[in-house]
C-alpha cells in the first residue's frame, strides 16, 4: 500500500513523510493484531503554519476506537517532533468476496449471515444487536428477518406500520433505530401462522430481499431461522453471503448443532467470520455474580477446534430480554453499559474479519449479453 500517494504538494517534506509513515507503524488497531500502516489509508496529510493534519480512513467501522487510536498517534507523532497534530477519521468500507456462482447485490456491499442451526440460543436477539453496534460504529446497515414461519423483527424493533411502494413492484424497508428493515413480519397481522410448504419460503425470502429497495448498504444482516434447510440451501445458492456468524450457548444439545451450522456454511463456500458464545454466564439480578449455568467455554472450545475466532461471550442478563420485548435493543436502551460494550466489540470484530477478506471485483464488470 502506497500509504503517500495523495501527499505530494501538501507541505511534509520527505523527513516529515518518513516520521509520519513511522508512527503509523507505531499504532496497534484493537481486535486486529496489526498495526495502522497495514490496515488503514492515510488519506492526506498536511503541514501548514506548524500544524500537521491527517486524515486517516479504515476498512471496517470503528468510531468507538477512534479516540483511542487519536490519542496513541498523536503521542506517537508528538515524539518525532510535531506540536500540533489534528487527526480526521473517516470510515470506508468495500465489498468483500462472496460464494462462487453469485453477484453482489447491487447497491448493498456486504450480506452477513447470522445462523445457528439450532432455535433458543438468541440469535435474533445477537443478529438484532450486532446490526445496531454496526451502524453505531460508522456504517450504513440494514437488517432481514429470513424466519418467515416465526419472524420476531417487528417486536424487537418496535415497529407496527408496513412497508410502503413508490412503483408498485418494490418495497421501501422500515427505518428503525437507524438501521433498514424488512421483515415478512411487517406484511402480515401479528397472529397469523405462516402455513407455507418450503418452495414458498424460499420464494418469499428471494422475493424479500430483492424487491426491497435497500438503497446504498455498507452491511445488510440477515437473521437465519434455526437449521440446515431450505432457507439456508437457498442463501447458498442464491444470496451473495460475504460472510457468517454463528451463535451457540456453552450448552452440548446447542454445541452439536452450531458445529452442523459450521459445515454447512464450509461446504456452500461461506467464510464463517466467527463464533459468539450467547449465554456464556448468567448474571444474577440480586447481587450482580456470574454463574456459567449451561457450562463453561463451549463455545469457545468448538471454535478453536474449527478454527474459526471466538467473537465474543454474551451473558445471560434479564435486562437484554426486556429490552428486546420493550422494542428497545440493548445497544440502544442501555448505550453505555457494559452489555452494550460487549456488542460493539463484536461487531467491530465481524467487521475487522471481513475487511480481511479479498475484495469483490464482479459487480464492476458489465455483463455481456449475445443475442
Known amino acids: 500500500m502506497n500509504l503517500f500517494k495523495k501527499m505530494f504538494g501538501n507541505g511534509v517534506t520527505d523527513e516529515q513523510r518518513s516520521a509520519i509513515e513511522n508512527a503509523l507503524r507505531h499504532v496497534e488497531v484493537p481486535y486486529g493484531e496489526r498495526v495502522l500502516a497495514e ?54 468500507i468495500e465489498t468483500r468476496e462472496v460464494q462462487a456462482g453469485v453477484k453482489p447485490l447491487q447497491g448493498v456491499k456486504n450480506i452477513i449471515a447470522v ?43 418496535g415497529v407496527s406500520q408496513r412497508p410502503q411502494s413508490e412503483d408498485g413492484q418494490h418495497m421501501q424497508p422500515i427505518d428503525a433505530l437507524g438501521i ?31 424487491e426491497t429497495q435497500w438503497g446504498e448498504l455498507d452491511y445488510l444482516v440477515i437473521d437465519l431461522p434455526p437449521g440446515t ?22 450448552q452440548k444439545v446447542a454445541l452439536v448443532d452450531a458445529k452442523k451450522a459450521i459445515a454447512m456454511f464450509d461446504k456452500v463456500k461461506i467464510t464463517t467470520l466467527g463464533m459468539i458464545e450467547n449465554m456464556s454466564t448468567h448474571v444474577c439480578s440480586c447481587c450482580g455474580c456470574e454463574e456459567a449455568i449451561f457450562g463453561a467455554s463451549g463455545g469457545e472450545a468448538l471454535a478453536q477446534e474449527k478454527g474459526i475466532p471466538l467473537l465474543g461471550k454474551l451473558p445471560l442478563d434479564k435486562r437484554i430480554c426486556a429490552d428486546m420485548d420493550a422494542g428497545k435493543p440493548t445497544v440502544i436502551a442501555e448505550p453505555t453499559s457494559t452489555l452494550a460494550q460487549r456488542y460493539h466489540e463484536i461487531a467491530i470484530k465481524v467487521g475487522v474479519r471481513l475487511a480481511e477478506k479479498k475484495k469483490e471485483y464482479r459487480q464492476l464488470f458489465p455483463e455481456i449479453v449475445v443475442k
Open 180 to 210: 433498514k428493515a424488512m421483515s415478512i413480519g411487517f406484511l402480515i397481522d401479528e397472529d397469523t401462522p405462516m402455513i407455507w410448504r418450503g418452495p414458498l419460503v424460499t420464494q418469499t425470502l428471494v422475493q424479500l430481499l430483492n
Open 115 to 157: 445462523g445457528s442451526g439450532k432455535g433458543g440460543v438468541g440469535k435474533s436477539t445477537t443478529a438484532v444487536n450486532l446490526a445496531l453496534a454496526l451502524a453505531q460504529e460508522g456504517a450504513r446497515v440494514g437488517i432481514l428477518d429470513a424466519d418467515i414461519y416465526g419472524p420476531s423483527l417487528p417486536t424487537m424493533l
Open 229 to 250: 434447510g431450505d432457507v439456508q440451501l437457498t442463501l447458498a445458492q442464491q444470496i451473495p453471503v460475504s460472510g457468517a456468524v454463528v451463535v451457540t450457548t456453552p
Open 39 to 92: 490496515v488503514g489509508e492515510l488519506k492526506s496529510a498536511r503541514f501548514k503554519k506548524g500544524v500537521l493534519a491527517l486524515t486517516l480512513a479504515l476498512p471496517f467501522p470503528a468510531k468507538s476506537l477512534w479516540p483511542r487510536l487519536t490519542a496513541q498517534l498523536e503521542s506517537t507523532l508528538h515524539q518525532a517532533g510535531f506540536e500540533q497534530v489534528t487527526i480526521e477519521w473517516q470510515t470506508d
